[in-house]
């Protein structure tokens, strides 16, 4: 049961319904994360926001994005197995505990993965943005489907048309 009086709609979603007033800014942030440029994919972007969400033990936003990045990776999964993701979602990992978790050690071995400066950097600020939307969402009690079919069902819908919402 939510904390505060919301529509009837899972995690994020109920949010965002009930207060249309944030819900512009927040998904243009998800959808500037997620899908804008980047030299990471929308799969691996996808990726890092499970495994964060994850970490915090946020099962809405854990098994969303986790669903997502599965639809966009495809078969087999392969931006998901790679020395440069173990060394990214290590980094998001500590963003997600303090940003004062991470070390220069830390950026050279996602470095001596492959990674650049910009890398790094939407690495970082995906763990963090993701930190905030996993608080916001658990922090007002939203609904939390239990149903693997629901997260597969909205994973499709949002790999499909990414975090916009056409006005009205």
Known sequence: MPHIDL?????????????????GALNSLAETLLRGPSPLTPAQRENIAAHVSRGNECTF??????AVARHLAGPGGAD?????????LALAGKVRISGREVSGDD??????????????HDTVLIAAAFSMFNRYVDGLGTLTP???????????FLAANGYLRPPG
């Open 7 to 23: 529509p009837q709609l899972p995690g994020m979603a109920g949010l965002l319904a009930g207060y249309p007033d944030t819900a």
């Open 61 to 66: 936003c854990a098994e969303t994005h986790g």
């Open 80 to 88: 998901e197995q790679t020395e440069l993701m173990a060394a990214l």
């Open 107 to 120: 950026v050279e071995r996602a470095r001596a993965a492959g990674a650049d400066d910009r890398m790094v």
């Open 146 to 156: 239990k149903e693997p079919a629901h997260y597969e069902r909205h994973a499709g």
